[in-house]
């Protein structure tokens, strides 16, 4: 049975860096995918980033691109976050899929795995 535990969310002011981290105890070969989701309050989950086994290394949703940086070892998955604004405030989740594919990444029902998520809030 596999286990996703987030950490690193934690409460910063706009401009500020987070570092999130997804330990999780089956091997990153395991997984075709693993990403990074997001839900802010009163809205519906977005992917963040992924890194896919094929099809690419990695994958940005737009706001991600520039200011994210996804990247992982053997058990565990790590979002750098830089140049935090209000609108990053969310629970982030990370997230695995044994069988999606890289175009499908933002789709979270390839995810089988999920963490209980951690939270960020960007203050200005």
């Known amino acids: 049975h596999e286990q996703l535990v987030e950490s690193g969310g934690d409460s910063v002011q706009v401009g500020g860096s987070l570092r999130l981290s997804c330990a999780h105890t089956?091997?990153?070969?395991?997984?075709?995918?693993m990403a990074w989701f997001r839900q802010a309050p009163g809205k519906e989950r977005e992917g963040v980033a992924a890194?896919?086994?094929?099809?690419?290394s990695s994958a940005y949703a737009d706001f991600a691109k520039e200011r994210f940086a996804i990247s992982q070892d053997a058990f565990e998955l790590s979002l750098q976050m830089d140049a935090l604004k209000p609108e990053d405030t969310a629970i982030y989740y990370c997230?695995?899929?044994?069988?999606?594919?890289?175009?499908?990444?933002?789709?979270?029902?390839?995810?089988?795995?999920w963490g209980q998520g951690t939270q960020v809030t960007v203050s200005s």
């Open positions: 997230a695995a899929s044994r069988n999606g594919y890289a175009i499908d990444w933002q789709n979270e029902h390839i995810y089988e795995y």
């Open positions: 890194v896919c086994q094929y099809g690419g």
């Open positions: 089956k091997s990153r070969w395991d997984y075709r995918c």
